[in-house]
């Protein structure tokens, strides 16, 4: 029945909600440039995937398009605030209301960055005028509602601290109140204050959902044995924030919560592959409960803030770099997959054990913006190659549905292909590289903001425009297919031209961070400041990009405070600057989107360039080479003689600090030549040694301890396997006897008759 049911929700929502107004369609006509969903056009951009969509016709005047999305954030702010504020969410079809997030005006809360960068002052003060009246400590349901840690935190805590930020920083000069700034991040602490119960466990991993009202855990995702669990993203998504809070607040508690429910991901029992592991946490013990994972939903944000917690501050938080590279490195040798129809895309799969599955979400196409900012922050131009690659694939789905709105989800798994609820999708597939994996909820999308993330961060990175035309594609599709009544609503259907209706429903996300992406991605390169991500002084597509604010998950940015050991040593302007580490410089925008003969297919990268020996690169290089330099060192103390320093001869002049080991090239030694080494020097080469080999048996029993816990891990899979098939066996029995009692219950009956 449910494909009868999906058939009348649709004729149905074809009644309840009118095709878009004369008013809307005026707008479009009048405000964006008419643009039909033509899929098959002229060929833009040499490295574009697909069969060719045209974006020859797209106005080429910046300043417009950005006050375009100023238009539409003012038009979607307009509905809320007149058919829904003070409440959560806007239902823009039938011009009411809804309270999804504990009615304490999320749309406003989570919006109220997006406006300070906008500078749309009216709207600026409208929220910061409700601010201060918000009572965090219960919610404002007419029944007192479940909270989730999770969405509260990266929308009120992350939309206080970050307008916090930015009023108190680049955008001072708007004519704000200057208490109601300093009562967002008093508002933020009661909030913190109100929700840190949640961490009140065995293990310091919190409960996702809770009653703030009177302090007590939901049941919700709690197991058949009792046990609570949590997923990677809950646990892992909170650092950021609550460590901010901390840094502005000065007081440690907050981070130092998260900090301890970060540990049990850092070290735990075992990882699938380094740095990749599973996705469900125990709450009593910490322990990793199943084998599924990957960058997708429950999982995505944990892995994205492991490197923004490296550029929020890299000395204190060099860990998080390691668990990255580690993960970002797995994914590439593990989790890359092509579509059989289309192998010049690739994706990061999904995984269940080490099985890796041909699927995706619209959740994980952040993932690419994931990558970029790892190539520059880490110096790894081989990130970049597939950063642009899984923006790519993000693209190419947005181009390929009819409604220019990319799927929820994204399959490319051939056995469900040849299911009969799919095979309608066969022709399609074979176009396109994937199919929707479901029959009817998931052709719903809408008002998601991870693809263009994704291609600001490699706009910002590459400075082609080929990112902004595939942003504005997205914004013309939304204007067509979602604006609806007051506001904007995810459409029933990506694969129908025209949406096939609407879910009512207007997302605080909308206004935090698809309008933001879009608004920033389109502005004037006049228009750019220290808040973009990848800020690039010299203009986009120069290098040197520097990340002034890290931006959370849901796209609010942060203004990164220097560490304890900088605020103790460092001079007034040493941190003017952000941590960032070796910035390089990218390839052209054109070479970006380029595919060259001789790049391998199962990689399937993009540049063929300068960056061609960069893929070569691993994380072990740099303790190769000082494991090369200590064996080196210690032969010349055998020998009796010491490594000369590096470019030691006739100039050198004066006292050199040189690495321990060597003595110093003063005047009285102009050829730089070497001294024999003292007893000191050989103590210390000795003890780098000891440290070395200690560091290599440890590094040998560490991957002796995974993989017998994989060989476990696998053993206790196989025997689960064996157990759930003995299950199915005794319930066809059971079914088979069932059945036979049937029969002779009919056979009885007909008997009788």
Not at 292 to 303: I, K, L, Q, R
Not at 522 to 547: H, R, S
Not at 613 to 629: F, I, Q, V
Request: net charge negative; proline share 6%; aromatic share 12%.
């Amino acid at each position: 029945m449910a494909w009868l049911f999906a058939i009348l929700t649709l004729a149905f929502s074809s009644f309840l909600y009118p095709a878009p107004s004369a008013a809307s369609e005026d707008f479009i006509q009048r405000q964006l440039p008419a643009q039909r969903t033509v899929h098959y056009g002229n060929n833009s951009y040499p490295g574009q995937k697909g069969r060719d969509y045209d974006y020859t016709s797209f106005p080429e005047n910046q300043t417009y398009r950005a006050e375009a999305v100023i238009e539409m954030f003012r038009f979607a702010w307009n509905g809320y605030y007149t058919y829904a504020f003070p409440h959560d969410d806007l239902l823009p079809v039938n011009n009411s209301f809804k309270d999804s997030r504990n009615g304490w005006g999320v749309a406003a809360v989570d919006g109220l960055d997006t406006a300070i960068m906008m500078e749309q002052e009216d709207i600026v003060n409208q929220i910061l005028d409700f601010v201060p009246t918000i009572d965090f400590t219960k919610t404002n349901t007419p029944e007192p509602s479940v909270v989730s840690l999770f969405e509260t935190n990266i929308r009120y805590v992350g939309g206080l601290l970050s307008a916090y930020d930015l009023l108190k920083g680049p955008f001072s000069h708007l004519d704000v109140d200057d208490e109601k700034v300093d009562a967002l991040l008093s508002q933020c602490k009661s909030l913190a204050d109100t929700l840190k119960f949640a961490f009140d466990t065995p293990t310091g991993i919190p409960v996702n959902n809770v009653f703030p009202n009177n302090r007590t855990f939901s049941e919700r995702l709690r197991m058949a044995d009792g046990t609570r669990t949590a997923s990677l993203a809950e646990l892992g998504t909170l650092v950021l924030e609550w460590q901010h809070l901390s840094d502005l607040t000065g007081d440690p508690e907050y981070g130092d919560l998260a900090q301890k429910a970060q540990s049990y991901w850092f070290d735990p029992a075992f990882d699938i592959w380094p740095g990749l592991t599973g996705g469900n946490f125990s709450i009593e013990t910490g322990e990793v409960l199943d084998g599924y994972g990957g960058w997708t939903s429950g999982n995505d944000s944990a892995y994205e803030y492991l490197i923004k917690m490296y550029v929020y501050d890299p000395e204190r938080y060099e860990n998080y770099s390691k668990r990255f590279i580690e993960a970002a490195d797995s994914t590439i040798a593990h989790l890359l997959s092509h579509p059989s129809s289309r192998p010049d895309l690739t994706m990061a799969g999904s995984f269940v054990g080490t099985a890796v599955q041909n699927y995706s979400e619209q959740l994980a196409c952040f993932i690419g913006g994931t990558f970029i900012l790892g190539s520059t922050v880490l110096d790894r131009p081989d990130y970049l190659d597939y950063g642009l690659q899984f923006s790519e694939f993000c693209a190419n789905g947005y181009r390929y549905a009819a409604s220019g709105i990319g799927p929820i989800l994204y399959s490319w798994n051939l056995t469900q292909l040849s299911s009969s609820n799919f095979t309608n999708q066969t022709e399609f597939y074979e176009k396109s590289g994937w199919f929707i994996n479901d029959e009817y909820y998931y052709y719903r999308n809408g008002q998601a903001p991870e693809a263009i993330e994704s291609w600001y961060y490699a706009y910002q990175v590459t400075g082609s425009q080929y990112w902004r035309d595939v942003a504005w594609a997205y914004t013309l599709a939304q204007n067509r297919t979602e604006r609806v009544g007051s506001g904007f609503s995810s459409i029933l259907n990506v694969l129908d031209e025209y949406g096939g209706g609407w879910e009512n429903f207007q997302a605080s996300y909308m206004l935090a961070e698809v309008l933001k992406y879009q608004y920033l991605i389109q502005l004037p390169e006049e228009k750019k400041g220290v808040w973009d991500v990848e800020y690039a002084p010299d203009g986009v597509g120069n290098g040197g990009n520097v990340n002034y604010f890290v931006y959370n998950t849901e796209a609010h940015p942060f203004k990164p405070l220097p560490s304890v050991s900088c605020r103790l040593s460092c001079t007034p302007d040493s941190h003017s600057r952000p941590p960032q580490l070796r910035p390089w410089i990218p390839p052209s925008p054109n070479v970006a989107m380029t595919r060259t003969k001789n790049t391998p297919r199962n990689h399937n990268l993009e540049p063929g360039d300068q960056h061609e020996s960069a893929a070569k690169l691993n994380r072990n290089r740099r303790r190769h080479a000082l494991k090369a330099k200590l064996l080196e060192e210690l032969e010349a103390l055998r020998n009796g003689t010491a490594v000369p320093p590096p470019n030691a001869g006739p100039k050198a002049q004066g006292t050199r600090r040189l690495r321990k080991g060597h003595q110093k090239t003063t005047r009285d030694d102009p050829a730089g030549i070497p001294q024999k080494p003292n007893s000191r020097d050989k103590k210390e080469l000795a003890r780098k040694a000891q440290e070395l080999l200690k560091e290599e048996l440890d590094r040998v029993k560490e991957e002796r301890n995974r993989a017998e816990h994989e060989r476990n891990y696998a053993e206790s899979e196989w025997d689960r396997a064996k157990r759930e098939l003995d299950r199915a066996k005794e319930e066809l029995d059971r079914i088979k006897g069932q059945q036979s009692v049937a029969i002779e219950q009919l056979d009885l009956t007909a008997w009788r008759t």
